[in-house]
């Protein structure tokens, strides 16, 4: 969570953001981050921050695996054991969903006043 | 060089490091510096002038510092001209042994050097001590897993001129390893045969991470009536993208096949 803060904060102060409204975090299924406390982590690291009361997006990412045989991509339930379901042979090809991803964020800027 | 007499150095974060033998003669380039800012894509667009925006898809990783750290140890050991393996396995799967054994054996031939990750004691470190292979002994203290900067220190802190393979035994534990990149380019999961066969199903991260998975004490499975064969089966089904050798440190079964597969490994100079 402090590191996506961070990033939150490297990309708000980028844009002269003076708050930021919503953040967008893409997550695999496979990347061992449990959204629930992730947006636990949220509420209680963004007070006092840039990100203070925005909303907090997650966007979950399916795993997909990869058969080499079918050369075509399927999707991997858990991830665990990816048996292809064209032709049933094993994968340990996995495509997507392990991602740890800031997706975007939205912010206010206020125009500097001279 | 004497175990007695080396430095042993107090990280800040409170693990030690023992560089028990061919410690670094001098200070090794270092590694442990600030962060360059290692994300600085995305940051050029500045929208003027609107009360309320969104920004374009940044997509950008949310690099942990470890994985970072990690990332700079994988560039540190492939300029060294190096591979690192990393071992993981429960507490008493015979990762020790079985570097004892590729030491005096594979290592007498191409030089080896051992990083060893223990919550407490030198022991390990002590039983891999060789004149001709450097070691050190990282001492976690309650850190159940090795990461990145410990592996940055520990490497630093041993002389790794013509080293062409680096071990790091992991601390003995199956879960948060498995979380843990070091930096290494292969990652090496031994189950032995004193464990159940069912083990690749009740902990498949570790085992889905795996490049080489080792099955140890192969020499006494049918004294323990292991079923081989369905080892084998549950190692294929989690982790169908790893090799699988199946060995004995003690009995030599199956070690010509591992010292092959780390001289296809060993970078030639």
């Given amino acids: ?114 | 060089m004497n175990p007695e007499s080396t430095p042993v150095t107090t990280a800040p974060e409170g693990y030690r490091i023992n560089p028990l033998s061919g410690a670094a003669v001098s200070a090794a380039r270092g590694l442990a510096g600030p962060l360059s800012a290692e994300i600085s894509a995305a940051l050029s667009a500045s929208p003027k002038g609107e009360v309320s925006v969104r920004s374009g898809d940044l997509n950008l990783p949310l690099l942990e510092k470890n994985d970072i750290l990690a990332e700079r140890n994988r560039g540190y050991f492939l300029g060294r001209g190096l591979v690192a393996l990393n071992l993981v396995s429960s507490p008493g799967a015979g990762k020790t042994t079985l570097l004892e054994h590729t030491l005096d054996g594979f290592g007498r031939q191409t030089k080896c050097a051992v990083l060893v990750g223990d919550l407490e004691t030198d022991n390990d470190g002590r039983r891999l001590h060789r004149p001709h292979a450097p070691v050190a002994q990282i001492t976690t203290g309650t850190v159940c897993h090795l990461d990145a900067g410990m592996i940055a220190r520990a490497a630093e802190s041993i002389n790794l001129d013509g080293v062409k393979i680096l071990f790091i035994e992991n601390v003995g534990n199956l879960v948060c390893p498995a979380s843990f990149d070091l930096g290494e380019q292969v990652r090496v999961v031994l189950l032995s045969t004193t464990e159940g066969e069912d083990k690749p199903l009740k902990y498949p991260p570790i085992f889905k991470s795996a490049h080489l998975v080792l099955l140890t004490k192969v020499d006494v499975s049918d004294a323990l009536g292991f079923n081989r064969a369905l080892a084998v089966e549950n190692i294929r089904r989690i982790a169908p993208q790893a090799r699988l050798i199946q060995l004995s440190a003690r009995s030599g079964e199956g070690m010509a096949e591992w010292y092959d597969f780390l001289r296809s490994l060993a970078p030639k100079s």
């Fill in chain 1, 1 to 114: 969570m402090e590191s996506t803060l961070a990033a939150v904060r490297r990309v708000a102060v980028a844009r002269n953001a003076t708050h930021v409204d919503r953040i967008v975090v893409r997550i695999g299924v496979l990347s061992g981050v449990d959204p629930e406390a992730l947006r636990f982590a949220f509420e209680a690291c963004s007070p006092g921050t840039l990100a203070e009361g925005a909303e907090f997006d997650i966007e979950s990412v399916p795993a997909v695996a990869h058969c080499p045989t079918c050369d075509r991509d399927f999707p991997a339930g858990r991830g665990y054991i990816c048996s292809c379901p064209g032709c049933g042979n094993l994968s340990g090809d996995i495509r997507s969903g392990r991602e740890l991803e800031l997706r975007c964020i939205e912010f206010t800027h206020t125009p500097a006043t001279s």
